[in-house]
């Protein structure tokens, strides 16, 4: 099974976990749709998630960099496929709700399909694959300590969802736009919390 190289792949493959089972689908399922080799969707969906209105209920943050610190540890080890927790794998999500959030992302994800292309592959293949995975990792660790600081969550998720996109299509250029939303996220959050 070919890996999903763009958004619309992705919405494709979920869709194709919708169709299995009863009327929830579980992580399982879209996981096993987009494939355990499948590293970019891991570092794009939670990235998504933070930038939804999701992402501004207390305590989300915090859970959404549990599962992007394990996943970015896996990728920076190598791991050919990627292991989740049991009680991951077993969290389920009404079939309908999952329906509607990716039929409404269909016209924006094929908006951002248009821009993303195989580029400064270098950034997106050996060395900075690990380099994401570090980047990754920082932006997982800051993520609790952002909750305190008012919309810095938001430069997270997009940093993460850039990072995703960047492995998903080997563009290079939109790795360099995550490192860059990084580093603004970073300058931020320190300045929240110094007050300077």
Do not use: C
Request: aromatic residues 8%.
């Amino acid at each position: 099974m070919e890996r999903p190289t763009n958004l619309e792949g992705i919405l494709a493959r979920i869709a194709k976990a919708e169709s299995e089972g009863g009327g929830y689908t579980s992580t399982r399922a879209v996981v096993n749709a987009l494939g355990r080799r499948s590293y970019a969707p891991l570092l794009l969906l939670p990235g998504l998630a933070t930038l939804s209105p999701i992402g501004g209920v207390p305590g989300v943050p915090t859970v959404i960099s549990a599962l992007i610190l394990l996943v970015s540890m896996q990728l920076l080890f190598g791991r050919r496929s990627f292991w989740l927790p049991e009680w991951l794998l077993n969290r389920s999500v009404s079939r309908s709700k999952l329906a509607t959030s990716r039929r409404w992302m269909l016209r924006p994800a094929r908006f951002i399909d248009f821009f993303l292309r195989p580029r400064l592959t270098f950034m997106t293949k050996g060395a900075g694959v690990y380099l994401i995975a570090l980047i990754s990792i920082v932006i997982a660790l800051m993520m609790p300590p952002m909750e305190l600081v008012p919309f810095s969550a938001i430069g997270a998720g997009l940093a993460l969802t850039l990072l995703g996109l960047a492995l998903l299509a080997h563009d290079g250029l939109v790795a360099l736009l995550g490192i860059l939303v990084t580093t603004s996220t970073l300058w931020l959050l320190y300045s929240g919390v110094t007050g300077s």
